[in-house]
């Protein structure tokens, strides 16, 4: 199975801030990897797929970069809206999905 | 608007099994594959099951293979997930998924509840 490692694990920030969390495969994924915001007691939502394709609805605040083994997901200004946990998801190995273990964003 | 409502959760004992359900609506469920994924307590997003649109393929994690059956009626616009031998670790909200492009999710059910308890 192809491991997704996220980090941080938490991370403390301002409204306004930029805010950046990576996310490392254990091996290639190309660009098949998305992003999701999730917010206690609710379901997932997808905001990158394709590592840097914005979900139509999503804010232009949120952008994604990388390729291979490496990604980054990008909040250009934090908004109040956004502290939640964040999950990498790759689907290179579409027969083995996995998730990196989350980024939870808190209000510093 | 796309909706997947997830039910059948519940409290069970290890070894026990649950069928779990997923009602979509407001888009062609047969043209879709679907998936399941859960979520511990507490802990971060795993994938389940998966079962292609027209039901030709289906894929599962190591650790519900041979315990799990994922399914699916398109007369019902219904997924399935039939959950044999349960394990306490298994205690988990379940979600169904719906697959946008191949193996990313657009839209979420709210979930169920498993759990695995004597």
């Known amino acids: 199975d192809i491991q997704m490692t996220q980090s941080p694990s938490t991370l403390s920030a301002s409204v306004g801030d930029r805010v950046t969390i990576t996310c490392r495969a254990s091996?290639?994924?190309?660009?098949?990897l998305a992003w999701y915001q999730q917010k206690p007691g609710k379901a997932p939502k997808l905001l990158i797929y394709k590592a840097s394709s914005l979900e139509s609805g999503v804010p232009s605040r949120f952008s994604g970069s990388g390729s291979g083994t490496e990604f980054t997901l990008t909040i250009s200004s934090l908004q109040p809206d956004d502290f939640a946990t964040y999950y990498c998801?790759?689907?290179?190995?579409?027969?083995?999905?996995?998730f990196g273990g989350g980024t939870k964003v808190e209000i510093k | 608007q796309v909706h997947l409502v997830e039910s059948g959760g519940g409290v069970v004992q290890p070894g026990g099994s649950l069928r779990l359900s997923c009602a979509a609506s407001a888009f062609t469920f047969s043209s879709y594959g679907m998936h399941w994924v859960r979520q511990a307590p507490g802990k971060g997003l795993e994938w389940v099951a998966f079962?292609?649109?027209?039901?030709?393929?289906?894929y599962y994690a190591d650790f519900v293979k041979g315990r799990f059956t994922i399914s699916r009626d398109d007369s019902k616009n219904t997924l399935y997930l039939q959950m044999n031998s349960l394990r306490a670790e298994d205690t988990a909200v379940y979600y169904c998924?719906?697959?946008?492009?191949?193996?990313?999710?657009?839209?979420w059910g709210q979930g169920t509840l498993v759990t695995v308890s004597s």
């Open positions: 079962i292609r649109y027209d039901g030709s393929n289906k």
């Open positions: 091996q290639s994924t190309s660009s098949w």
């Open positions: 998801q790759q689907y290179k190995n579409y027969s083995r999905l996995t």
């Open positions: 998924a719906k697959e946008k492009g191949v193996s990313f999710f657009d839209y």
